[in-house]
Structures are given as C-alpha cells and as structure tokens.
C-alpha cells in the first residue's frame, strides 16, 4: 500500500463492509496503486471508495500490457498531481473534468504569521481576525487539541457522537442535504484505525469540555486533506469556522507539512486561505483498439460530463435542498 489513507488496509477494509461486501477486490494489471470493484450494473470497474476518497493517484505498469477489455473508472484524480505517465501510449485516457478544489502550498510560509499575512490581506482584516480570536479566548474556556496518533476507544466515540450533533445541526439550519450523515458508519468505522496509523487527525476547539468546532482529516505523506468539518453555529459571530482553519494549518506547519488540501467545493473560506486552485478529474482507461471498452468508455464521460454542465447551472444546489426536504418530510 502508499502512504495514502485511501488506499491503507483500513481504508479497503472499512468500504468493503459497508458497501461491498460479497464483492471481490481487483487488481488491474495495467494499473499501479490503486484497486478497484466490478460495478454490479455495467461492465466497467470503479475505484475502492469511488468518488469518496478526495484523492487518486495511480500510475502505468508498462510491463503488465497483455490484451484487456477492462474499462477503469477513477474518481477524484488531482489535476495538479498529474504524472507523465498517465498518457501512456497503450491506452485512451479520458479525463473529464468535474469539481474546482483549492489547497495551501505551506512551502511558500516561514511562519504561521506570514501566512496569515497572506491570507488576509489588509492590516484591518488581521486585526480584526485577532481579535475575533481573543474575544472567543476571553469569553469562553477555550481550550485546542488533534489527535493523531493515539486516542482512546472512549475519547474516540464521544468525539466522533459530538460531531455527528454539530453536522445535523449545522445543515438543518442550512435547509440543505448532508452527504456525509448517511453514511456515518462508515467514517465511524473508517477514522479510528487512521488516527492510529497517522493517516487521519481530529482537530477540535472545545469551550469547556464542549466541542464547538471539529474536523477530520486525512494525512497522505506531507499532506493534510480536509475531509469533514463543522462548527456550532451558536459560535458563528465569534468567526468559529476561520478559527478552527488557523489552528488546523498552524498544527500543520508545526509537523513540517508542505499542503493543506481544502478538497472539493468552491466557498468564501477555502478562497481565503488557500494559495493554488486546481481541479479533479474522473479519469476513464481502457486499451486502445478495443471496441465495445471506446463505446463504454464514451458513454462513461458523456455521462460525467453532463453531470458537470449541471453542476456548473447549479442544479446541484438545488438537488440537495429538495433531498433534505424529501428527507423531513
């Protein structure tokens, strides 16, 4: 396995029980780095973990090119992290672009201060970011801590119970669809082992011994990939959501990271404290001179496509409003 989260034993193990479980985990000789299932409808075969993961990486194996009708699906591949050898001549790479995502290259800050500079442009903005931050400091016992490495069965499941509360809160206020809660037993599943492998933290600010502001994230190599976070909305005027961000990125730079990878999604805060934006892609591989893997693999990307003009008319937006109504009603 690489030092990916999403592609550890715990990671194959915690999808295989809850999403595929009487399925058989394969190796596509042709492809490095990365497994996959047979999807149970068509004939083509996604990644573990499909659009899930929020990163891919794979290569060729030049010396694995005996005859194949394999089609290979592959979600959430980075743009920025494209290797040469993903046009390897044997085979047709589609590559559809789908969601913008956003990440702060570290290498760029001496300090944590210099990085604030960046990200706040103006004298008044820092100011005002400081003294968002010692107003909740002063008001509230406010107290920071990640695990990563070690934390207790019961430390665990009480974070994990308080987070799950601040999700469903925050997007019943919000009136939109969460995707995360429906699958929760999953990441309930999945996080633990990470956190003791160092594949995953939980960054938490607590008022008292509250939470108020929570984030799991993942760890791959010298880099931090925000996955899942959420703060208490009764802490939204002291600028919770910016706060638990610093104290993410300031631990960061603390274990000599080089990117804090902000992931799918275009909003205000990952504008503000990132440095680069990119966007991933879903890649679609298959040999080339093969018939009926072209015809799958172009109805594959017609369809991935279509999905991204709808998105783009913000389709989407509304998709996850009528879910949560559907979903309360």
């Known amino acids: 396995m690489s030092d990916s989260p999403f592609n550890s034993k715990a990671y194959y193990q915690a999808w295989i029980n809850h999403f595929e479980p009487n399925s058989q985990l394969i190796k596509i000789d042709y492809l490095d780095g990365i497994h996959f299932f ?3 409808k ?12 929020n990163k891919q990486n794979y290569s060729f194996n030049s010396t694995s090119i ?4 394999k089609v290979a699906l592959i979600y959430d591949v980075q743009d920025f ?4 050898d993903h046009d390897f001549n044997n085979f047709k790479v589609k590559r559809i672009k789908q969601y913008p995502g956003y990440f702060c290259d570290l290498t760029k800050f001496e300090t944590i201060d ?19 931050t010692r107003v909740l400091e002063t008001k509230f016992n406010i107290s920071y801590k990640v695990y990563f490495g070690a934390i207790s ?24 669809f969460n ?7 999953f990441y309930l599943d999945l996080v633990l082992p990470l956190i003791k492998e160092k594949k995953a933290n939980l960054n938490v600010i607590y008022n008292d011994n509250e939470p108020i502001a929570m984030s ?18 009764d802490y939204n005027r002291n600028n919770i959501g910016n706060i638990e961000i610093y104290k993410l990125l300031e631990w960061a730079m603390d274990f000599n990271m080089q990117i804090v990878d902000f992931s799918k999604g275009n909003t205000d805060y990952k504008k503000r404290w990132s440095t680069n934006e990119y966007h991933f892609e879903n890649h679609i591989i298959y040999q080339k001179g093969k018939l009926t893997p072209a015809f799958i693999g172009n109805v594959l990307s017609m369809f991935f496509k279509t999905k991204q003009y709808l998105r783009d008319k913000n389709v989407n937006t509304l998709y996850t409003k009528m879910k949560y109504k559907i979903k309360g009603a």
């Open 38 to 40: 047979k999807n149970s």
């Open 42 to 53: 068509w004939p083509f075969y996604h990644n573990v973990g499909k659009n899930f993961t």
């Open 66 to 69: 005996s005859p194949s009708n």
């Open 81 to 84: 992290e494209l290797q040469d």
């Open 114 to 132: 210099d990085l604030k500079k960046y990200c706040f442009k103006s004298s008044k903005s820092r100011y005002n970011f400081d003294r968002s």
């Open 153 to 176: 069965d019961e430390d665990y499941f009480r974070e994990m119970k308080a987070l799950k509360k601040l999700l469903a809160k925050r997007f019943d206020a919000k009136g939109t």
């Open 179 to 185: 995707t995360v809660l429906p699958i929760w037993d």
């Open 216 to 233: 799991i994230n993942f760890i791959a190599g010298s880099q931090v990939i925000i996955a899942i976070r959420t703060f208490d909305i």
